[in-house]
T-cell receptor, first 107, second 115 residues
């Protein structure tokens, strides 16, 4: 079993829609979690950190469910500029990443 | 400007040659990491270092070597033993992993093509 697994997508949504996807992790001792955004052929950029049950930043909400060992990312009122690959990362004392979820927002 | 600098951005090498990728950070971060990304794939951890003069293998260390002689620098050597070296290589740094609210930041990456 992979340490970090994500919904691969792709999620193809219209502008203004809400999209949500999950990331599961295998190490129950993991202490912190992150969502990164990666644009094509660029480096990942930190979107949100999740240390307790959840975090909200504008249109983006991240939730953590320790009992079921997953985190989720919800994007409200999607914009064209939200089109990207979203990577989940887990601090399991060596910072492991999922394979990414591709989101495409169409006009 | 604080940040992580990877060089070069693009690198071409002949098969069978060793090549070293540079990663320097001026964020005063203790921890540094090397990842490999193949097209359409996620990030796979090659090596990581939590402190100067110490480093650990990640999930795909075979065919790679690293050193951490200075806090600011974590060079990665892709050796001829690496079967499929063509990939996008990303370096990152963070505060120590034992710190709960650590956050990692990435350099711009090096695209290595072996011909």
């Amino acid at each position: 079993r992979k340490e970090v697994e994500q919904d691969p997508g792709p999620f193809n949504v219209p502008e203004g829609a809400t999209v949500a996807f999950n990331c599961t992790y295998s190490n129950s001792a993991s202490q912190s979690f992150f969502w990164y955004r990666q644009d094509c052929r660029k480096e990942p950029k930190l979107l949100m950190s999740v240390y307790s049950s959840g975090n909200e930043d504008g249109r983006f909400t991240a939730q953590l469910n320790r009992a079921s060992q997953y985190i989720s990312l919800l994007i409200r009122d999607s914009k064209l500029s939200d089109s990207a690959t979203y990577l989940c990362a887990v601090n399991d004392y060596k910072l492991s990443f999922g394979a990414g979820t591709t989101v495409t927002v169409r006009a | 400007d604080g940040g992580i600098t990877q060089s070069p951005k693009y690198l071409f090498r002949k098969e069978g040659q060793n090549v070293t990728l540079s990663c320097e950070q001026n964020l005063n971060h203790d921890a540094m990491y090397w990842y490999r990304q193949d097209p359409g794939q996620g990030l796979r951890l090659i090596y990581y270092s939590q402190i100067v003069n110490d480093f650990q293998k990640g999930d795909i260390a075979e065919g790679y070597s690293v050193s951490r002689e200075k806090k600011e620098s974590f060079p990665l050597t892709v050796t001829s033993a690496q079967k499929n070296p063509t990939a996008f290589y990303l370096c990152a740094s963070s505060t120590p992993l034992r710190v709960v609210n650590t956050e990692a930041f990435f350099g711009q990456g090096t695209r290595l093509t072996v011909v």
